[in-house]
């Protein structure tokens, strides 16, 4: 069974604003990574936080880690239209040494 | 760098055909080898791990025999899909990572759209 579940599944938003994506996950990790996927096309890795981390920031991209909670959020801030896409956490178990996809998160962004 | 490439990025087959997907990695040597299947609006999910030089790994309800990977050099994996039928059509993405490095660092490819008639 997968690992991630994502919430929203799917979100729409205004240009400029912000937006937050969740995910949970079942069983201890190593580290969580979210991806970004355009429309029938491959995947581009965002960022990784180590599950001793309690969060991470690349560009406009803030990324936390609860592992008491097990879940993660993506935060995009400042939205483009470019940013739309679907999102997916992913975890990685060491003992599995495999991601585990989440279920995504398709994002809109509008003019 | 760490650039992973697929082809054919599409196909369609007719039902009961083969088809061969290639994955490679242009710019650094794949120690292992990961095939995903994604569903329109779906996940991704994993359906087998290959290493250089021995026999895939296949996670629980693919069939191997169907679904057959060959990883014969450190920058080359196949997948073909035998006898193909309507339910195969879907979105295999292929990716790659260096494991005396670490497997949680994997570089996708740009998938390849299969659709059979």
């Known amino acids: 069974s997968q690992q991630g579940e994502e919430d929203p599944q799917a979100l729409s938003i205004q240009e400029g604003e912000n937006a937050t994506m969740n995910c949970s996950y079942k069983?201890?990790?190593?580290?969580l990574q979210w991806y970004r996927q355009n429309s029938g096309r491959g995947l581009v890795h965002l960022i990784l936080?180590?599950?001793?981390?309690r969060e991470k920031h690349s560009g406009r991209l803030r990324v936390t880690l609860d592992t008491s909670k097990k879940s993660s959020s993506l935060l995009i801030t400042a939205s483009r239209a470019a940013d739309t896409a679907s999102y997916f956490c992913?975890?990685?178990?060491?003992?599995?040494?495999?991601?585990?996809f989440g279920t995504g998160t398709r994002l809109q962004v509008m003019l | 760098g760490a650039v992973v490439s697929q082809h054919p990025s599409r196909v369609i087959c007719k039902s009961g055909t083969s088809v061969k997907i290639e994955c490679r990695s242009l710019d650094f040597q794949a120690t292992t080898m990961f095939w995903y299947r994604q569903f329109p609006k779906q996940s991704l999910m994993l359906m087998a791990t290959s290493n250089e030089g021995s026999k895939a790994t296949y996670e629980q309800g693919v069939e191997k025999d169907k679904f057959l990977i060959n990883h014969a050099s450190l920058t080359l994996s196949t997948l073909t899909v035998t006898s193909a039928h309507p339910e195969d059509s879907s979105f295999y993405i292929c990716s790659a990572s260096v494991a005396f490095v670490s497997t949680d660092t994997q570089y996708f490819g740009p998938g390849t759209r299969l659709t059979v008639l």
């Open positions: 936080i180590r599950s001793n981390e």
């Open positions: 992913a975890v990685y178990t060491g003992t599995a040494s495999k991601l585990t």
């Open positions: 069983t201890s990790i190593n580290n």
